[in-house]
T-cell receptor, first 113, second 118 residues
């Protein structure tokens, strides 16, 4: 059972379109992170959200943390081919001081020119 | 800042041999490093947490005798895949937590190591 569910798993869109990726869990996070990973490379941190209801913007990317801190979304406006990649959400679901990240199932985004 | 390197970036070995992968934090100290495994088109799965100066903590289902982890300094952790077999072929990624940010979830990821076992 995946503790962090992402949807959709795969998304193929045309350049210029908008899209939203969702990350959901039944657990509460102290913080949640979004990463983007390209083939053959490690994940690159895009943003960390901490406060319930928080919204952060990174150019054409908008990240939202749910009020209950159980879910998050990533919205991309006017997608470009350079946005193609695997998008991963991750949060700390461990107890105590372990502070391990649990990764979501991932969303593979392909933006066609 | 916050750069993590891995060496080698890729390795091909014969079945039965052992392979060592290094993970280094280049511009910060890391008391905790993490090792992940990723299969094609899948997410990252945590294998173990590496703590400087102590034994690693392995996730359920990960054989500690097969995946040896050593975290000898604040900037270096190594993962040795012993007696590798084709099913061990995967993309191995490490991450490191800056000691100055130990109270947060922030991890910096290495570029990964592609292991292919023939």
């Amino acid at each position: 059972t995946q503790l962090l569910e992402q949807s959709p798993q795969f998304l193929s869109i045309q350049e210029g379109e908008n899209l939203t990726v969702y990350c959901n869990s039944s657990s509460v996070f102290s913080s949640l992170q979004w990463y983007r990973q390209e083939p053959g490379e490690g994940p690159v941190l895009l943003v960390t959200v901490v406060t319930g209801g928080e919204v952060k913007k990174l150019k054409r990317l908008t990240f939202q943390f749910g009020d209950a801190r159980k879910d998050s979304s990533l919205h991309i406006t006017a997608a470009q081919p350079g946005d193609t990649g695997l998008y991963l959400c991750a949060g700390d679901l461990s107890s105590g001081s372990a502070r391990q990240l649990t990764f979501g199932s991932g969303t593979q985004l392909t933006v066609l020119p | 800042g916050a750069v993590v390197s891995q060496h080698p970036s890729w390795v091909i070995c014969k079945s039965g041999t052992s392979v060592k992968i290094e993970c280094r934090s280049l511009d910060f100290q890391a008391t905790t490093m993490f090792w992940y495994r990723q299969f094609p088109k899948q997410s990252l799965m945590l294998m173990a947490t590496s703590n400087e100066g102590s034994k690693a903590t392995y996730e359920q289902g990960v054989e500690k005798d097969k995946f040896l982890i050593n975290h000898a300094s604040l900037t270096l952790s190594t993962l040795t895949v012993t007696s590798a077999h084709p099913e061990d072929s995967s993309f191995y990624i490490c991450s490191a937590r800056d000691v100055r940010l130990a109270s947060t979830d922030t991890q910096y990821f290495g570029p990964g190591t592609r292991l292919t076992v023939l």
